[in-house]
C-alpha cells in the first residue's frame, strides 16, 4: 500500500517527490481548501435564511464559522478524497506556519481519513531536510489552528461589520480592515504632514580647497563664532526651527555678501580628528527586510517579492519564505563560512560564528532566517535561474554570506579651517578593511562600486597648514516635507510596531491600492481623497482599530492564543460582542454618521469643500462644482490648483450646441479620468446613461467645436468589411488611446493601435487595411505563447501558457486560467494546466451517455456529501459552546 502526502502546489509536490520513496504519491492542495463564503452566491442553500449567513460566522452559537469548499476547489477535494482510497498512510506537509497548519487541519476535516495520519514539517526542501522531517512526524497543533482561525474570523467580523457602514456614509466598494486600515492612515498621517509642512530656506557656502595638488570641499559651520543652521537643525515634519537651537540662519544677501568678504583671504587648518568606526553585517533576511531590500533594490512590489520567494522555496533553492526569525542553523553558518573563505579568504571571515536575535515586535515564527537553501550554498551561478528569480536568490545569498563575515573598519576624517571670521569643516572617510562589504551592501547593487563610493578621501593636512581656495559659492537650500512611504519603509513601519504579521503585508498592501486608497506614483505610495475620508471617520468613531498600539496588542492576543496562555472564545466575545464591542457600535455609526459630513475631507486652509462623490473627489463652491483628477493628490491641492480647476469649468461653456440630428444639447465635460463630450441629459429614474466620448490624448476642452464633438460621439466608427475576408473594421478610443477593432467572427477579434499621424475620426478603409497588413506590435495583436504545453485531450486544441499584465496565465479555446503562486512556466505539466482549466468552468463538452451517467452519479454522489455535512454542521451547532472544534461544514 501507498503513502499519500498533501502539499499545497503542484512545483512543490514535485520537488519534495524526489526525496521520497516511490511508494509514497504526493498531491497538491492548490491552496486552501475551504474557507468562508466569499459572496453570498456560495452560501449554501440551508443557511441563507439565517440572520448571520452572509457574515459567514454564527456569532449566537460561539463564533463558530460557516466553512464552504470553493467551486474552483471541489474537484480537488474529490481527486484527494480518491486518491487516499488506495493509501495506507495520510501525511500532510503543508507549510510549518500558521496558515499552513491551518490548510492541514481543514483537509483532516474534509477528508476524514480511516488510516493513520500524521503531520510533517519542515523549512527547506532538500533530501536531508526531507528525510529528516519524515523521522519526526507530529499531530497537527490545535492551539496553533485556533489562533489562525481566530485572527480569520477576527478580520471577517472587522471587513464585514464596517464595511456596509462606509458604503452607506461614503461610497461603495469601500473596505476596512483590522490591519489595512492602520495601514492607510500611516499613509494619511503622512499626507497630512506634507499639507502642513512650511519649507524653510536657509544658505551656507561651499569652498572647493587644495592642498598638495589633491582638491577637496569643505562647508561653512560658524560664522563669528555662532553656529550656521544646516537641515538638521529643522523639524522635518514641520518644517520649522526644532526648539531650543540656537543657530544662525543665513539668507541669501548675508551668504553673498559672506562670498565677496572672504575672496583672496588665507585658510587656515585649526584642527583635525580621525575617528575608527567598525560597522558589522545586517543579519540574514526575515520576511519582512526581504520584501524592505528588494523593494529597494530591485524595485520589486512586496507581492511580487513574495510570489518569487514562494517559487525559489518550493523548487528547493532557498528555504520558507516566511518567518519573522534571524536565526540560521549550525549548517547553514557553516555553509555561509565555507562560502566565506572560498570566495574572499580567511581574513574576511568573521572570527566567531555569528548568531543574531530577532527584534521586531511580535516576532513568532520558529523557523529560520531566509537563507539558500542546503547543506552547502550553490552560488547564484550554480543555480541555472535566470531573470528576476536570480536576482532575489542573489540578493538571499549575499546577505547570508555577508552575514559570516569580517567586520568592516573605516575612519572618520575631519578638518576644520578659518578664514577671517568664518569656520568651515571638511569630513573624509576611509575604508581600511571592507569586510562584510565586499560581499554585500545594503541597497546598492555594486558592492564593489558602494565601496569606492563611500570612501572620501582627503589629502595629508597638518594643522597650520594653507591651503588654496580654488572656488566659494553661496548655496541655497530648502527643507523637504516628509518622504511618502514607498513599499519598503511601509512595511519597515508596520514591523516595527508589531501591526500585523509580514506574510501578510504583500496582500494588504496590494489591497490599497485595488481599493483604491493608494496610488504608487514613482515608488512611492499616495493616499487618495477617499483614503482621507475613510480614515476621518474611523478615527472619529471607531479610535481603536485605527491606533496602531490597539493593533499591536491585538497581535500579541492572537500570538498568546497560539501559545495556549489566552482563551480565543472571551477575546472574540469582548471584541465583539456588548455595549462597547464592534458590533454596537456599527449600529450606532448607522444612526449617528452624518453622511455628507462623512464624504466632506477637512484640509484645514481651504476655503472651498472637497467631497466625495460617486465618480470621485470633486470640488464644492456656491458658483458650482469641479471634478478633481485623478492623479491629483490631497498634499498637492493648492489653493492655485483649486482656482485653475474651477477656471477651467467656468471657462468651459455650458453647450457647444445641439446635435445635427437627434437635437439634443452636447455638454463639454471635465470628470476625474479627463475631458470628455456628453449628448443630451440623464432621464431621472433610468438606468440608460448619456452617450459620452472621451477627447483623444493631447486635445483640450476649449479646442473642441460642436463638428468634433459630433464626430467622437460617433465612436465606434464603422469604416467598412475587410476586402478579402469580410471582417469588419471599426475604429475608437480606449483606455490607451485610439485603435483599430478587426472583427473576424468566430476566428477572433484582433486591435490595432492608431499612432499619429493617423486619426481615430478620419483613418480610411484603405489604411485601416494596411495597418492591419503591417508586422505586429507587441501589445493588441495576437500574443506568440511563452510555451506551448500540448494539446488538450478533448478537443485537440492547444493549451498555452502567455504573458498578460496580471501576470502569466494558461489559455485554452476561450478560457483562461492564471497560473498559482509558486508555479513555473517550465515546469507546470499538461494535466495541472488542465486541473486549472476545468475549475475555471474550461471542461470540454461531452454528450456521450457515458458522460452523462457519471455526472448522474457525481450528482447522487453530492448530494449524499451535502446531506452527511448538513447532519455534521447541525451537531456542530448544538455543541458549539463546548467544543473547541467550532465550525460548520458545507
Known amino acids: 500500500m501507498s503513502t499519500l502526502v498533501i502539499v ?356 513568532q515564527e520558529a523557523h529560520e532566517a531566509i537563507r539558500p537553501a542546503g547543506s552547502s550554498f550553490r552560488t547564484p551561478r550554480e543555480t541555472g535561474l535566470d531573470d528576476k528569480k536570480l536576482q532575489l536568490y542573489d540578493l538571499v545569498w549575499k546577505r547570508t554570506v555577508a552575514s559570516q563575515m569580517a567586520d568592516a573598519r573605516q575612519t572618520q576624517l575631519s578638518v576644520d579651517l578659518k578664514v577671517e571670521n568664518a569656520g568651515f569643516r571638511s569630513s573624509g572617510k576611509r575604508i581600511d ?136 472564545l472571551p477575546y472574540l466575545e469582548t471584541f465583539y460582542l456588548g455595549d462597547k464591542g464592534l458590533e454596537n457600535q456599527v449600529q450606532l455609526g448607522f444612526k449617528d454618521i452624518d453622511a455628507t459630513l462623512a464624504r466632506t475631507i477637512d484640509l484645514g486652509d481651504l476655503d472651498v469643500k472637497v467631497r466625495i462623490g460617486k465618480f470621485g473627489a470633486f470640488i464644492e463652491t456656491e458658483s458650482g462644482n469641479a471634478s478633481i483628477p485623478k492623479d491629483l493628490t490631497p498634499a498637492d491641492l493648492a489653493p492655485e490648483t483649486i482656482e485653475m480647476l474651477l477656471k477651467q469649468k467656468s471657462s468651459t461653456p455650458d453647450t457647444l450646441g445641439n446635435h445635427p440630428e437627434t437635437g439634443d444639447p452636447i455638454y463639454p465635460k471635465l470628470g476625474p479620468f479627463g475631458p470628455y463630450v456628453q449628448l443630451g441629459d440623464k432621464v431621472e429614474d433610468s438606468k440608460k446613461k448619456p452617450k459620452q466620448s472621451s477627447l483623444p490624448k493631447g486635445m483640450k476642452l476649449e479646442d473642441v467645436t460642436l463638428e468634433i464633438a459630433v464626430e467622437l460621439l460617433k465612436l465606434p466608427r464603422s469604416l467598412g468589411v475587410h476586402p478579402e475576408t469580410g471582417g469588419k473594421l471599426q475604429t475608437n478610443l480606449g483606455r490607451f488611446g485610439p485603435y483599430i477593432l478587426y472583427d473576424r467572427g468566430k476566428e477572433g477579434k484582433e486591435y490595432r493601435s492608431l499612432k499619429a499621424p493617423d486619426d481615430v475620426l478620419t483613418v480610411t478603409l484603405e489604411r485601416a487595411v494596411a495597418i492591419l497588413a503591417e508586422p505586429k506590435a507587441t501589445r493588441g495583436g495576437k500574443k506568440e505563447p511563452l510555451r506551448t504545453i500540448g494539446n488538450h485531450p478533448d478537443d485537440n486544441e492547444p493549451v498555452a501558457i502567455y504573458a498578460g499584465p496580471y501576470g502569466k496565465y494558461i489559455k485554452h479555446g476561450k478560457i483562461n486560467a492564471g497560473i498559482p503562486e509558486g508555479e513555473t512556466v517550465e515546469e507546470i505539466t499538461l494535466e495541472t494546466a488542465i486541473s486549472l482549466l476545468v475549475a475555471k468552468g474550461g471542461a470540454a463538452k461531452k454528450t456521450t451517455k457515458k458522460t452523462t451517467t457519471t455526472k448522474k452519479t457525481t450528482t447522487t454522489k453530492a448530494k449524499t456529501t451535502t446531506t452527511k455535512a448538513k447532519t455534521a454542521a447541525a451537531k456542530k451547532t448544538t455543541t458549539a459552546k463546548k467544543t473547541t472544534t467550532k465550525s460548520k461544514t458545507s
Request: proline content about 5%; overall charge positive.
Open 8 to 363: 499545497e502546489s503542484p512545483t512543490k509536490a514535485r520537488t519534495i517527490s524526489k526525496f521520497l520513496p516511490s511508494s509514497y504519491v504526493v498531491k497538491a492542495s492548490m491552496g486552501h481548501v475551504r474557507d468562508l463564503p466569499p459572496s453570498a452566491e456560495e452560501i449554501p442553500a440551508e443557511y441563507k435564511g439565517e440572520k448571520w449567513a452572509n457574515l459567514g460566522i454564527n456569532v449566537e452559537a460561539g463564533f463558530a464559522p460557516l466553512y464552504i469548499i470553493p467551486k474552483d476547489k471541489k474537484k480537488i477535494v474529490q481527486e484527494l478524497k480518491t486518491a487516499l482510497k488506495g493509501c495506507s498512510e495520510l501525511i500532510l506537509a503543508t507549510d510549518e506556519d500558521r496558515e499552513g497548519e491551518s490548510i492541514s487541519w481543514h483537509l483532516l476535516q474534509l477528508l476524514n481519513p480511516k488510516v493513520p495520519t500524521k503531520r510533517m514539517v519542515f523549512h527547506e526542501i532538500t533530501k536531508e531536510a526531507i528525510q529528516k522531517a519524515l523521522k519526526n512526524c507530529r499531530e497537527i497543533d490545535e492551539q496553533i489552528v485556533h489562533a489562525q482561525e481566530t485572527r480569520r474570523i477576527l478580520d471577517r467580523l472587522v471587513g464585514y461589520t464596517l464595511s456596509p457602514l462606509l458604503w452607506r456614509k461614503i461610497a461603495g466598494g469601500l473596505s476596512a480592515g483590522r490591519v489595512q486600515s492602520v495601514a492607510v492612515r500611516l499613509l494619511v498621517i503622512r499626507e497630512r504632514q506634507r499639507r502642513a509642512f512650511k519649507s524653510a530656506q536657509y544658505w551656507d557656502l561651499k569652498a572647493v580647497l587644495a592642498h598638495n595638488k589633491a582638491e577637496f570641499d569643505s562647508r561653512l559651520v560658524t560664522v563669528d563664532g555662532a553656529k550656521v543652521a544646516t537641515g538638521a537643525d529643522f523639524d522635518p515634519n514641520t518644517g520649522n526651527l526644532l526648539a531650543g537651537k540656537k543657530v544662525k540662519i543665513l539668507d541669501g544677501v548675508a551668504a553673498k555678501a559672506l562670498v565677496e568678504n572672504l575672496q583672496g583671504k588665507i585658510w587656515t587648518v585649526t584642527g583635525l580628528e580621525e575617528k575608527p568606526v567598525t560597522r558589522k553585517p545586517s543579519p540574514p533576511f526575515t520576511t519582512s527586510t526581504l520584501q524592505q531590500e528588494a523593494n529597494r533594490k530591485l524595485r520589486l512590489s512586496a507581492k511580487e517579492t513574495m510570489r518569487i520567494a514562494q517559487s525559489l522555496y518550493e523548487e528547493g533553492y532557498i528555504t520558507y519564505m516566511r518567518t519573522d526569525s534571524v536565526h540560521l542553523s549550525e549548517q547553514a553558518i557553516e555553509a555561509a563560512r565555507s562560502c566565506v573563505l572560498e570566495k574572499y579568504g580567511q581574513e574576511y571571515l568573521s572570527p566567531k560564528p555569528r548568531q543574531y536575535t530577532t527584534k521586531a515586535k511580535g516576532a
Open 433 to 568: 578593511f571592507p569586510g562584510y562589504l565586499r560581499a554585500y551592501v545594503e541597497g546598492s547593487d555594486d558592492p564593489n562600486a558602494a565601496i569606492e563610493d563611500q570612501e572620501i578621501i582627503l589629502p595629508a593636512l597638518v594643522k597650520g597648514d594653507t591651503p588654496n581656495c580654488k572656488k566659494l559659492n553661496a548655496i541655497d537650500h530648502e527643507t523637504q516635507p516628509p518622504a511618502r512611504y514607498t513599499e519598503a519603509s511601509l512595511v519597515k513601519m508596520l514591523e516595527s510596531e508589531g501591526i500585523g504579521r509580514p506574510s501578510t503585508y504583500a496582500s494588504i498592501i496590494g489591497t490599497i491600492i485595488d481599493r483604491n486608497y493608494a496610488q504608487i506614483q514613482s515608488n512611492a505610495l499616495v493616499p487618495s481623497f477617499t483614503a482621507f475620508a475613510v480614515t476621518a471617520l474611523l478615527e472619529k468613531h471607531f479610535q481603536d482599530l485605527v491606533d496602531p498600539s490597539f493593533t499591536a496588542r491585538m497581535e500579541q492576543t492572537l500570538d498568546d492564543i497560539s501559545t495556549g496562555t489566552t482563551q480565543w
